[in-house]
């Protein structure tokens, strides 16, 4: 190899080199983009439909099939789900997750719109949802207050907005809590029929009042001017004076026959802070910003902006991910620390010298693989930072065994220039062998599939680019430094250390090695029955996906029957609030009753506008995740079997979003046998050990007020029957006619809502007492003379799955149940369960999403394969040489599993990654040995003392890569994290298994199968 000769003898050019590459390693530590989780690009969108009155059926037929069957007809469409309920639908669209989500957006976008005219007419909103990693709300603020009015609140809450947007770092900056104004145009219909009118005279009236027309341009002289035309409605009077009717030498205003008055829309979203109203300021992170360098930015605007509060509102600093980023990543930073002492420790064999060389490739290595992610677009985040610490332990490898080989060149008697040349250009076609191989172990996990895929690719692409740089460096900085910085050993056994650990590894190693190859089969039956008893592990330790956040916080989730309103809903609230208070570990508690709290993490989407549903986002800042855990378990106690109400206590999950661990689907097109065996399903899953919060959606069937129009009589008097459900309409939720807009400042569009007047601040079931339908005469006709109202029961939620009707039946797992036997003894239950006809089931939950994630890996597997055995066959060129190679794979499992069951670990998704990234590191001790050994035998050795010598001394720099590499994974373990010890875990066990049993296997499989090697005399010492 020609490279190391280059480097060393045109130093000056390697210098250079590699001091401008450092430089960009610390320009990009210092303007890399950091964020706490990776972000996640999914193309996935939401159709949220809102269609006040309408029952689910209604919904299903009118607005739900329509839009599905036109969203199915479109290219790359994975799945769509659908959640049907009164007047709401919320159609999720997911695609292939290889499509690009703008592209997809402004798809959905375009077809949406040009779907509108085929839609009702009267449909309230229809909104398209993107789903973007930086929409998360890095901050959010809380402006209490108990007496302020929502006028009052909402110029507030508006003006800290204004400011938080001004920041160029920060996006998508909005409040919520507050209900919106609206001009309230109460009709008196006593006084509409004294003026012989009807209502429908009014509304259009007030309707054509508020067309806003531009009235073009026209010329006076030499000038043009604009000219204006009415345009909205600017102030209340105007509303008021709105001629309704004029004629027979009288008008009549709308002031004559209504009460106008500025007003709230009805309260639909509630929000409180620690028990006090509130309204909350929200405020997400642009793409590719650093969150670090926004604190600086906005800590002054609210300081400046509390100046200016009034006494009775209290601006509160609810969430802010800023500062978890900085903590995270300064616990980082330490462990980074520690691994680097640690892996010096492990160094001082070698000589203070040597250790210097080795340590100088560390930080060059680390800044080169720090560029490329920055190249490659990736951020600074927990996993990138994980993926650099897994690397630090490896990627001083490469410079140990050059550093250790010229070292032992050195004490052969070469010159320092000498032995840097021969000793790296001896060993160099071993250390490139080495890395490619571990960058092949890593790209299956490079190439996931999915959202897990996309989750977790920062980990080994930060391992991939470090180690590529670490290789670069052993084979040009290291035989440069090599060549000024070391010195002839005075003992030609090296230090004390060195001098001890050959002692050592000579009278244990060698007579343990030398007892192997007397026995070669034994030894492997013997090792192969350790194996094959370590794989008995499996069922014991169990398998599992993501585990659960080690943020500081959780939700508590409130569920009460379809049909009940948000008071009701808010009543549970406050209990759930009253308890919460009672518990000195939570620092804080934000609710939200009628809508999920702003989105305050990775992948959780807020829930959609619900009367029966309210969310507490919790906070126990300072608590470890174990504390955490024991603070929410004792939450369930306390909450559980409130009347009336579901109230689940919720941890925040690692990776893509999942609705529950454990999930069914049941598919049919009965609603009602559907209904009824979601029931069985549930009632059975409940009775599972280590099931809770078993939730069925069709628990609860609501009753609806159902109209029954007598046909005949409308029709003699004339009244046609969408008249009657305009006047319904009118009376329930009023009608937004027109749109007012205070002419002073930046002022908002208001509605204006059209209704009769109510006794309060909902409208009751005596407004069709009230209630009158024009006919065709003109004349009001009472609404109950054509109509009456009965009860109907009606589904309480339709849900489609790829526009098939199904329901979900989930589950979560209490503390110390594991996710994948229950799933095993359910799934076993549900395939004996005695389904209807038409019926069918799918598992759902953390088993569908654990075969996505490991699901389509056909491709790559080949490829790495493959790879691994391209790699091997240009190193070797003998078939026998890859089997004896490849034969270590087995021993680091051993290890693994061992060190995960103790542990109490699950083999879980980041533990599976833990073995496949093993795979590269054992073949790569073995590649070293075998590689040595057949360079003895070149050397004219015989097979056996070959095999000995090469053991012996490759042993050492085989130990010591191990020991750095441990060194370096020890602050993982020790910092304990659910998401990235158990990777630590199965390296450090995997490394002392392997360590310890492929020294034997492989020199025995070498024996009993010595690949053929040509003697190459000249090439001798």
């Known amino acids: 190899m020609k490279l190391p000769e280059f480097a060393v003898k045109n130093y000056q050019f390697t210098l ?119 929409d998360v709300s890095i901050y959010q603020y809380a402006l209490v207050s108990e007496n302020a009015s929502y006028g009052v609140l909402k110029k507030y809450s508006k003006a800290l907005k204004e400011k938080i947007e001004k920041i160029p770092a920060l996006k998508k900056v909005d409040y919520v809590g507050l209900p919106e104004h609206q001009v309230n145009v109460r009709l008196n219909l006593e006084k509409i029929a004294q003026q012989q009118l009807t209502q429908n005279q009014v509304i259009n009236a007030l309707r054509s009042e508020n067309v806003n027309i ?48 500025l007003g709230y829309e009805e309260e639909t979203h509630l929000t409180r802070l620690n028990g006090y109203r509130c309204s909350f300021v929200n405020a997400s992170l642009k793409d590719k910003e650093n969150i670090i360098s926004v604190q600086d930015k906005i800590a002054p605007v609210i300081e400046d902006f509390k100046k200016d509060l009034p006494a009775n509102i209290d601006l509160i600093k609810v969430f802010d991910q800023a500062q978890s980023v900085d903590v995270r990543l300064s616990h980082f930073t330490r462990d980074f620390g520690i691994a680097i002492l640690l892996v010096l ?50 990627l001083v490898d490469d410079s140990i065994v050059v550093v250790e080989n010229i070292e032992r060149y050195l004490r052969m008697g070469y010159g320092k220039l000498e032995a840097s040349i021969k000793a790296t250009s001896q060993i160099g076609i071993a250390v490139v062998g080495c890395t490619v191989l571990l960058i092949f172990a890593f790209l299956p996990i490079v190439f996931l599939p999915e959202g897990a895929g996309d989750f977790i690719r920062s980990l080994p692409l930060s ?61 492997l039956l013997v090792i192969g ?88 986002f919790v906070q126990v800042a300072g608590l470890k995740t174990r504390e955490k855990v024991a603070v929410i378990e004792r939450l369930r106690k306390d909450l559980e079997g409130y009347p009336g109400a579901t109230i689940r206590v919720k941890d925040f999950e690692q990776g893509p979003p999942v609705e529950a661990p454990l999930a069914y689907r049941i ?52 009244i046609a029957s969408g008249d009657i459900d305009m006047a319904v309409r009118l009376g329930a939720a009023g009608l937004n006619v027109a749109t007012y807009r205070e002419d002073v400042g930046k002022a908002d569009n208001y509605n204006v809502n059209v209704s009769i007047a109510r006794p309060g601040k909902i409208q009751d079931e005596q407004m069709f007492d009230h209630l009158y339908v024009p006919a065709a005469n003109g004349r009001a006709i009472p609404f109950k003379s054509v109509a009456d109202i009965g009860f ?24 110390g149940y594991n996710v994948q036997r229950l799933n095993e003894s359910i799934t076993a239950q549900l395939n004996s369960f005695n389904f209807p006809k038409g019926f069918s089931f799918k598992v759902a939950g953390e088993k569908e999403s654990q075969e996505e994630s490991f699901g389509n890996l056909g491709i790559i597997l080949i490829v790495t394969v493959f790879g691994f055995l391209g790699v091997l066959i240009l190193e070797f060129k003998t078939f026998k040489s890859i089997l004896i190679v490849l034969s270590v794979i087995p021993l680091g499992i051993v290890g693994g599993l061992i060190m995960l069951f103790l542990a109490g670990e699950t083999l879980s998704f980041t533990a599976t990654i833990g073995f496949i990234a093993l795979v590269g590191i054992e073949v790569k001790n073995s590649l070293l040995v075998v590689d040595f050994t057949n360079q003895l035998r070149q050397q004219g050795r015989s097979i056996e003392e070959a095999i000995i010598e090469a053991g012996e001394i490759r042993f050492v720099p085989i130990l010591l890569t191990s ?43 070498y024996k009993l199968l010595p690949p053929a090697v040509v003697p190459l005399p000249e090439e001798a010492g």
Not at 114 to 128: F, G, H, M, N, S
Not at 482 to 506: T, V, Y
Not at 794 to 807: A, E, L
């Open 529 to 616: 029955g350790i194996f094959l008893a370590s794989l008995a592990l499996v069922p014991v330790i169990g398998s599992s996906l993501f585990p659960k956040s080690e943020k500081p916080m959780f939700l508590v989730e409130i569920e009460t029957p379809e049909g009940t309103n948000i008071a009701a809903t808010d009543k549970v609230t406050r209990y759930v609030e009253s308890v919460l208070k009672k518990v000195p570990e939570i620092s804080s508690f934000a609710s939200n009753v009628g809508k999920g709290n702003p989105r305050i993490y990775y992948n959780v989407v807020p829930h959609n506008e619900s009367e029966n549903y309210a969310q507490v």
């Open 214 to 261: 531009p009235g073009g341009s026209i010329s006076i002289g030499d000038k043009k001017l604009n000219v204006k035309t009415s345009g909205n409605f600017t102030n209340i009077e105007e509303v008021r004076n709105t001629v309704v009717y004029s004629g027979a030498g009288k008008i009549v205003y709308l002031k004559d026959v209504a009460d106008v008055r």
């Open 463 to 523: 391992v991939i680019t470090t180690i590529l740089a670490s290789m670069v460096v052993s084979l040009t900085v290291v035989p440069f430094l090599a060549s000024i910085i070391l010195k002839p050993h005075q003992s030609e056994e090296g230090n004390f250390l060195l001098r001890a650990m050959k002692k050592g590894i000579h009278t244990t190693y060698g007579k343990v090695l030398a007892l192997a190859l007397g026995k070669p089969l034994v030894t």
């Open 667 to 718: 598919y049919s097109d009965d609603l009602i046998a559907l209904r009824k065996t979601a029931f069985d399903i549930a009632a059975m899953i409940g009775k599972v050990d280590g099931t809770i919060y078993v939730n069925n959606p069709l628990l609860v069937k609501p009753t609806d007020l159902k109209v029954n129009i007598n046909r005949e009589k409308a029709g003699l008097l004339g």
């Open 16 to 134: 250079i080199v590699f001091v401008a590459v450092f430089a960009l390693g610390l320009y990009s530590l210092f303007t890399m983009p950091r964020s706490e989780d990776p972000e996640v690009h999914s193309p996935q969108f939401s159709v949220v439909v809102v269609y006040p009155g309408t029952n689910p059926k209604d919904m299903e037929q009118l607005v739900v099939d329509p839009i599905e069957k036109k969203i199915h007809e479109l290219d790359d469409i994975k799945h769509i789900t659908t959640d049907i309920s009164n007047g709401l639908a919320v159609i999720q669209i997911i695609y292939k997750y290889a499509s690009d989500p703008d592209d997809k957006y402004q798809e959905v976008v375009r077809e949406i719109n040009a779907l509108k005219t085929a839609l009702p007419e009267d449909i309230a909103d229809i909104r398209i949802e993107k789903f973007s990693p930086s």
């Open 345 to 394: 420790v492990t160094l001082l064999p070698l000589g203070t010298r040597a250790s210097v060389v080795v340590m100088i490739s560390i930080p060059l290595s680390l800044a080169i693989g720090l560029t490329l992610m920055n190249v490659l677009g990736y951020n600074i985040n927990q996993l990138s930072i994980v993926g650099m610490i897994v690397a630090l332990g490896i």
């Open 963 to 1005: 020991l750095t590499a441990i060194g370096g994974l020890l602050p993982l373990v020790i910092e304990y994290s659910e998401l990235y010890s158990p990777l630590a875990l199965v390296l450090i066990g995997g490394l002392i298994s392997s360590t310890l049993l492929s020294r034997l296997v492989t020199p025995v499989m």
């Open 792 to 815: 109907e029961s009606s589904p309480n939620q339709i849900r489609h799955y790829d526009k098939d009707r199904y329901v979900t039946i989930s589950a979560f797992v209490k503390p």
